[in-house]
């Protein structure tokens, strides 16, 4: 008994020692990192006590710990960032839908704006700004060298004022200026119409208004068309949105689907990840869908077109979206700012992720740029072409009804509509011929 007694000291004094030899490298390890990070900290107040001492200048002390705090966000990616208090309440403005600026959603690339797109309706996107152009120079000034929140400032202004960006473009040889009125930008979420037997639901950002206005759109819709039953399909246009409210996409997603996941996130660690899924209920009530983008839909826009491609509820139309496939949460500070933190991607419910890839669209439908010569052409309008029916002394046309002949002339003028609506929109005409194709071959018509 006292052999056993003393094997299992002697076993316990062993584990203690090896866990001791184990575990005393890790904590020298620990011990040593903080050590370096508090080092580095002590790096900083060296450099911040020097500058405010020997800069050339006096310095404001809050300004400069504020440039410090927004230069170590921005090196983690471009959305991450610091935002003052004013820059905070102006973001809480925007998510309201209405701030003053010119209209357009930028980002940073190769040290030059960039622009995601143009929000419908605002000065920017009256100017002629497009999506992927950049901004090379503000009132002649140089972009080069400032971080996207200075540029955005130098782009701010009072309501009213002019202000001249010079835009580098893609398929055009020179840069070239483009003069701009800033105004009150005032964000409608979303815009409805009938086209034909078509519902198009345009929404142009996701903001607090977003879901509230989709629904009661297409309730306005359906019901002006006479019933679900007068309705072939929807086109959901999310060309040139630029994303917003992640609760926002997922309600936009949901309305459209009756179950399954809309989208997952991940972050650092597995626990802080989350799936958000569709419950039971349409909008749309199972009618075909066609969702538009283009390399102007990011963020949110794309969490809504990866949902609906992959659940195969709708058909995805148009060129590559934009690739911006992670989460910014805004967390607020002490002194009423705040910071806006990438902290997860998401991912579509097949489990792909699209950051920096995009969503890639069903059919690839581009839109033709316009031709200032053809516009020019455009001007003049003409010479008619005559028919038969334009004859004097012609024969009437005795084999059909007057009825008969009345739905003839009907059928014609949507064609003609068709084929204006194909000149101002080539991708939407597309997406609308899709629905009209789907709804020819529906089994059991």
């Given at each position: 008994?006292?052999?056993?007694?003393?094997?299992?000291?002697?076993?316990?004094?062993?584990?203690?020692?090896?866990?001791?030899?184990?575990?005393?490298?890790?904590?020298?390890?620990?011990?040593?990192?903080?050590?370096?990070?508090?080092?580095?900290?002590?790096?900083?107040?060296?450099?911040?006590?020097?500058?405010?001492?020997q800069y050339v200048e006096e310095v404001d002390e809050g300004e400069l710990i504020e440039?410090?705090?927004?230069?170590?966000?921005?090196?983690?990616?471009?959305?991450?960032?610091?935002?003052?208090?004013?820059?905070?309440?102006?973001?809480?403005?925007?998510?309201?839908?209405?701030?003053?600026?010119?209209?357009?959603?930028?980002?940073?690339?190769?040290?030059?704006?960039?622009?995601?797109?143009?929000?419908?309706?605002?000065?920017?996107?009256?100017?002629?700004?497009?999506?992927?152009?950049?901004?090379?120079?503000?009132?002649?000034?140089?972009?080069?060298?400032?971080?996207?929140?200075?540029?955005?400032?130098?782009?701010?202004?009072?309501?009213?004022?002019?202000?001249?960006?010079?835009?580098?473009?893609?398929?055009?040889?020179?840069?070239?200026?483009?003069?701009?009125?800033?105004?009150?930008?005032?964000?409608?979420a979303v815009r409805t119409r009938i086209e034909g037997d078509t519902v198009v639901l345009?929404?142009?950002?996701?903001?607090?208004?977003?879901?509230?206005?989709?629904?009661?759109?297409?309730a306005k819709e359906i019901e002006e068309a006479g019933g679900i039953d007068n309705v072939?399909?929807?086109?959901?246009?999310?060309?040139?949105?630029?994303?917003?409210?992640?609760?926002?996409?997922?309600?936009?997603?949901?309305?459209?689907?009756?179950?399954?996941?809309?989208?997952?996130?991940?972050?650092?660690?597995?626990?802080?990840?989350?799936?958000?899924?569709?419950?039971?209920?349409?909008?749309?009530?199972?009618?075909?869908?066609?969702?538009?983008?283009?390399?102007?839909?990011?963020?949110?826009?794309?969490?809504?077109?990866?949902?609906?491609?992959?659940?195969?509820?709708?058909?995805?139309?148009?060129?590559?979206?934009?690739?911006?496939?992670?989460?910014?949460?805004?967390?607020?500070?002490?002194?009423?700012?705040?910071?806006?933190?990438?902290?997860?991607?998401?991912?579509?419910?097949?489990?792909?992720?699209?950051?920096?890839?995009?969503?890639?669209?069903?059919?690839?439908?581009?839109?033709?740029?316009?031709?200032?010569?053809?516009?020019?052409?455009?001007?003049?309008?003409?010479?008619?072409?005559?028919?038969?029916?334009?004859?004097?002394?012609?024969?009437?046309?005795?084999?059909?009804?007057?009825?008969?002949?009345?739905?003839?002339?009907?059928?014609?003028?949507?064609?003609?509509?068709?084929?204006?609506?194909?000149?101002?929109?080539?991708?939407?005409?597309?997406?609308?011929?899709?629905?009209?194709?789907?709804?020819?071959?529906?089994?059991?018509?």
């Open positions: 008994m006292k052999k056993f007694l003393m094997a299992a000291s002697v076993g316990i004094l062993a584990g203690a020692i090896v866990t001791t030899q184990v575990a005393a490298p890790l904590l020298a390890q620990e011990a040593a990192k903080s050590s370096n990070v508090y080092e580095q900290l002590d790096l900083f107040g060296d450099i911040f006590e020097r500058i405010r001492g440039a410090a705090i927004n230069g170590m966000l921005t090196s983690l990616d471009p959305h991450s960032s610091y935002l003052s208090p004013e820059d905070a309440d102006a973001m809480r403005v925007q998510t309201r839908g209405e701030f003053g600026g010119l209209g357009i959603e930028v980002t940073q690339e190769d040290g030059f704006v960039k622009v995601v797109s143009p929000i419908d309706g605002t000065p920017a996107d009256e100017a002629g700004i497009e999506a992927g152009d950049f901004i090379t120079h503000v009132d002649g000034e140089s972009m080069l060298g400032f971080n996207l929140d200075e540029a955005v400032e130098l782009m701010r202004g009072p309501v009213g004022s002019e202000i001249i960006v010079t835009i580098v473009r893609e398929g055009v040889d020179e840069p070239f200026d483009v003069s701009i009125i800033r105004d009150t930008i005032k964000l409608t345009r929404v142009t950002t996701f903001n607090d208004q977003t879901f509230p206005n989709l629904s009661a759109g297409i072939n399909g929807f086109v959901l246009d999310l060309r040139n949105n630029p994303g917003g409210l992640l609760t926002q996409a997922i309600k936009v997603s949901d309305a459209f689907l009756d179950s399954g996941e809309i989208v997952s996130t991940r972050g650092r660690n597995p626990e802080d990840g989350d799936r958000y899924n569709a419950t039971s209920g349409d909008l749309a009530q199972n009618k075909p869908i066609v969702v538009l983008i283009n390399g102007g839909s990011a963020s949110a826009s794309e969490i809504v077109a990866g949902a609906l491609q992959d659940h195969r509820r709708a058909i995805v139309v148009g060129t590559k979206s934009f690739g911006k496939g992670s989460v910014q949460t805004v967390m607020p500070l002490r002194g009423d700012g705040a910071m806006r933190l990438t902290t997860s991607r998401y991912y579509t419910p097949s489990g792909r992720s699209i950051q920096a890839l995009g969503v890639s669209p069903d059919i690839i439908v581009a839109q033709p740029r316009r031709n200032p010569a053809t516009e020019e052409d455009e001007a003049t309008p003409p010479n008619p072409i005559r028919s038969e029916a334009d004859l004097r002394g012609r024969l009437n046309n005795d084999s059909l009804s007057e009825d008969e002949i009345r739905q003839i002339e009907e059928d014609r003028a949507r064609a003609e509509a068709a084929a204006k609506l194909r000149e101002e929109d080539y991708q939407l005409a597309y997406a609308i011929d899709i629905l009209k194709g789907l709804t020819k071959f529906v089994p059991g018509d």
